[in-house]
């Protein structure tokens, strides 16, 4: 089941960043920060989380998305995870649609997604290519040397560029 977060599940929301293995202890602290923000002024604050849960309300994976500042219909993905006692078994799917969903809801028309070019992160790039993202541009060295910023997109709605997501 998926849901938009409540405030009791912030300890799990940075508890899966912290134990997922791939972020550094600077990128839980802003997840943590994003988190705090969000219970304050709910999507005032220009985050919006969800949770997966499992039917006995463990939450397993969680995504952060908003509307991206000073644009017209463009959101960006900002977190996405699975804990990884869950992963392979379709939560980061799942949660990567409901996104899409909310953004078409929000008549929103592109999604970007940033991310590490590392291996660690490979399974992510995987997962975005997989679902219809396309690959719009790499950063080499963005991050740290050898640690280069891939940027993903998808279109839901064409303004007059004859361009659209295959997932309409």
């Given at each position: 089941?998926?849901?938009?977060?409540?405030?009791?599940?912030?300890?799990?929301?940075?508890?899966?960043?912290?134990?997922?293995?791939?972020?550094?202890?600077?990128?839980?602290?802003?997840?943590?920060?994003?988190?705090?923000?969000?219970?304050?002024k709910?999507?005032?604050?220009?985050?919006?989380?969800?949770?997966?849960?499992?039917?006995?309300?463990?939450v397993?994976?969680?995504?952060?998305?908003?509307?991206?500042?000073?644009?017209e219909?463009?959101?960006d993905?900002?977190?996405?995870?699975?804990?990884?006692?869950?992963?392979?078994?379709?939560?980061?799917?799942?949660?990567?649609?409901?996104?899409e969903?909310?953004?078409?809801?929000a008549?929103?028309?592109?999604?970007?997604?940033?991310?590490?070019?590392?291996?660690?992160?490979?399974?992510?790039?995987?997962?975005?290519?997989?679902?219809?993202?396309?690959?719009?541009?790499?950063?080499?060295?963005?991050?740290?040397?050898?640690?280069?910023?891939?940027?993903?997109?998808k279109?839901?709605?064409?303004?007059?560029?004859?361009?659209?997501?295959?997932?309409?």
């Open positions: 089941m998926i849901r938009p977060a409540l405030q009791n599940d912030g300890k799990s929301v940075v508890g899966i960043t912290a134990e997922s293995g791939v972020f550094k202890p600077v990128e839980i602290d802003c997840v943590e920060e994003l988190w705090n923000e969000y219970i304050e709910g999507t005032d604050s220009g985050y919006e989380f969800m949770v997966f849960c499992r039917e006995e309300g463990q397993v994976g969680y995504v952060c998305f908003g509307p991206h500042p000073l644009t219909g463009t959101f993905l900002y977190w996405i995870a699975v804990h990884p006692k869950n992963r392979e078994r379709g939560v980061g799917r799942a949660l990567l649609a409901q996104v969903e909310r953004v078409r809801v008549s929103g028309r592109l999604l970007l997604i940033e991310t590490s070019g590392t291996p660690p992160y490979a399974p992510a790039r995987h997962l975005y290519e997989s679902a219809g993202y396309e690959r719009e541009a790499t950063i080499h060295d963005f991050y740290a040397p050898g640690d280069d910023l891939i940027v993903f997109s279109r839901f709605v064409s303004f007059g560029s004859g361009r659209q997501s295959g997932s309409e």
